[in-house]
Every structure is written in C-alpha cells, then in structure tokens.
C-alpha cells in the first residue's frame, strides 16, 4: 500500500475519526483507524463498535492495500506536520511509514483482516432528510438525553420519521424536549430509531462539517445509517420501548404566562445564587400582572426577585429546577416563552409562541 494525500485533508480525515476510536476497552484495534488506498482515493473507517464512521477522501494511490494504525498517534504526527503532500506506505514488514518532506515516522500496525466490518446496507435505500432541518432538531433537545448510562432507552433521544414528519424527543424523567417538522419524507411507515446520546453528538458534528452536501439516511436492522457526500456514519440503535412521552405531555391548564426570555434569564440566574446546590429549586409565584421567585440556601441565605409577566388564571405556586428552565430558555428561539401550569403535582410546559412544534416539560419539585 501507498499513497500520497494533502496533509490538510489528512488531518481532516484523522480529526473527525477522534470522536469515535475508542481510546479504552478490550479490543485494542478499536483504538486503530482503518487506512485502505483504493483506485481514485483513500477510504478512513474508525468504530467503537457502537459507532462507525467511513469516510472518503482523495489521494493519489500508487500501490493498492489496507492497514490499521493507532488514531490518535497517527492524527498528532499529522497535525504538526508543515503543509504540503503527505506519503503514506506499508512496508513488508508491516509497518506504516509516513513522510512529509525531512520529516519520517515509522509505526506499528494491526493486520486489517483483525478490524470489525462496516455494517452492511443498501445505499439504493437511502432516503433524503433535510440537514440543516435535523440539526435544529438534535440542538434543541439533547440537553434533556439523561446522563445515567444505567436507563439505557433514556440515554438516547428517538428519532421517528414518518411519510409526513419527523420527530426527535429527548427526556431524562425529570424534564422533556419535544420537537416535530412537517414535510414529505421518502418513507413507507413510521420508522422509530432510539440514538444514543454520543452518537447524537457525532451525528451533530456531521451535519455541520464540510459543505452543503445532500443528507441523507437509512434504518437497516438495528443501525440507522447517515450519509453526506463522502461521509458514512452507521449507529447501532439501542434496544428497548422509549417511554410514551405523548402521557406525560399535559394537555389541559389552569394557568397562562408569558415571558421575556431575556429578563426570565437574567431573573433566574439572579435568584438561583443562593438556591440549593443540590436541587437548585426556586419557588415561582404566578399572579395577575407578575411572578415571584424565591431561593433558600440555608445558613447561606435566601434570594427574592419579581419580574412583571402576562398571567391569566388563578394564583399558582410550584418549585422548579432553574437550570432545567435555563437549558429551556437557550433553545426557544423567540423573544418571549409561554409557561402553562395545570396544579402543583403537574409538570409545567413551555412552549415558544412561533414555534408549534416544539414544547418542552419540567416536571416540578416538592416544596
């Protein structure tokens, strides 16, 4: 093997590979990027078994083959290397030399036969998705992917694509993102996929690297497979029921407020100093015209603010978590959010008044 690849689109190659070799565990070829130099180009597939990603990317191949070498070792040569055409060969005694003008490195190499295989799958199958469209969607609900890697189906957001919309829900039992788009999508029936939470953030990087390339993706057996341009990544779904968050969503209220975000914001991380560490919880008292917000930290103290809002119900007093609104308010994208509240065991729901389609739910703490 050996071929001759611009060292900026090398390290671009290596660089997006990083996020998926895994550096721990048992199989130490995992912690290798796959390098195979095919006629016209090179292919680079790193996997975690969870997570592959195959790129392609050009080159000029004098001898065909395939090897694997350590990811991060090889992208760090690469990286400090000057810019310019770097030669990359596999030697007979299976070692990887890479050379950029006086600059030699010699490295070890795990025969290419021992590497796990892309998953297998009909690109005749693919489908288009609007990129730029699922990645509003994956930025305005994986801050609500639960962190507690032991309730395997929350720790993934569901991602559901039907013939005439799609959907992403993320929830960690105490809070709930929620968003839909409408359109025509080139599916026969609902396809429901639940995506773990670092294959959502790889997912993420993938939609916004490179160029405006069509997106494109494909449910096959237990992966979900994405494909831009060049780029291929294959998810392994995670097994299980995702919770009937349609139940928990509230449908009926006793109480309306709107907000300016802005000053919610800066009310919330005021009042939330001297709440409690643990619970971060402020008391909200909704009435005609305002709110009151109230935290107690103990010996530490206790803060007040009031900020005037629409209100339209009965008084209502509930305690939330303020950085679970604060993560909220961050994606609502408009000027002002509506809060709805239906009694103090309800979760509270807040919506954006130009947004339909998105809702999220904080579910309240005992005061």
Do not use: W
């Not at 001898?63 to 290397?81: N, P, Q």
């Not at 890479?98 to 892309?118: E, H, M, R, Y």
């Amino acid at each position: 093997m050996e071929f001759t690849i611009d060292r900026g689109e090398f390290q671009r190659a290596l660089q997006r590979a990083q996020g998926v070799a895994s550096s721990k565990g048992p199989m130490p070829i995992l912690s290798n990027v796959l390098i195979e130099a095919e006629e016209g180009g090179v292919s680079i597939f790193t996997t975690n078994l969870d997570i592959g990603l195959k790129g392609r990317y050009q080159a000029k191949v004098a001898s065909k083959g395939k090897t694997t070498v350590l990811a991060k070792k090889l992208y760090d040569i690469v990286r400090e290397l000057p810019d310019g055409e770097v030669v990359v060969k596999l030697d007979d005694d299976s070692r990887c030399r890479v050379i950029c003008g006086k600059s030699k490195f010699n490295l070890a190499t795990i025969d290419a036969a021992d590497f796990p295989a892309f998953p297998t799958y009909d690109a005749e199958a693919l489908a288009p998705l609007d990129g730029e469209m699922l990645s509003e969607m994956i930025r305005k609900t994986q801050f609500a992917v639960s962190q507690d890697e032991t309730r395997m189906t929350l720790n993934g957001a569901l991602l559901e694509v039907s013939p005439t919309k799609v959907r992403m829900v993320a929830t960690d039992g105490h809070r709930l993102a929620f968003i839909e788009r409408e359109g025509a999508f080139k599916v026969t029936d609902t396809e429901k996929s639940i995506i773990a939470r670092k294959a959502i953030a790889e997912l993420s990087k993938m939609l916004t690297e490179g160029e405006d390339e069509t997106f494109k993706f494909h449910r096959h057996d237990n992966h979900i497979i994405f494909e831009k341009g060049s780029q291929v990544l294959a998810i392994r779904l995670i097994e299980g029921a995702y919770p009937n968050y349609d139940q928990v969503i509230p449908k009926e209220f006793t109480g309306e407020a709107t907000l300016s975000v802005s000053d919610f914001v800066h009310g919330l991380r005021r009042v939330v100093t001297l709440a409690d560490e643990k619970s971060h919880m402020i008391r909200f008292t909704f009435s005609e015209g305002k709110v009151e917000l109230l935290s107690e930290g103990g010996e530490i103290g206790e803060a007040r603010d009031e900020m005037a809002i629409e209100y339209s119900g009965q008084e209502f007093v509930v305690g939330l978590n303020a950085y679970y609104l604060l993560d909220i308010l961050n994606i609502i994208g408009h000027e002002n959010v509506v809060l709805k509240m239906q009694n103090q065991l309800s979760p509270v729901l807040a919506k954006s008044p130009a947004d339909p389609g998105l809702l999220c739910i904080v579910m309240p703490m005992r005061l």
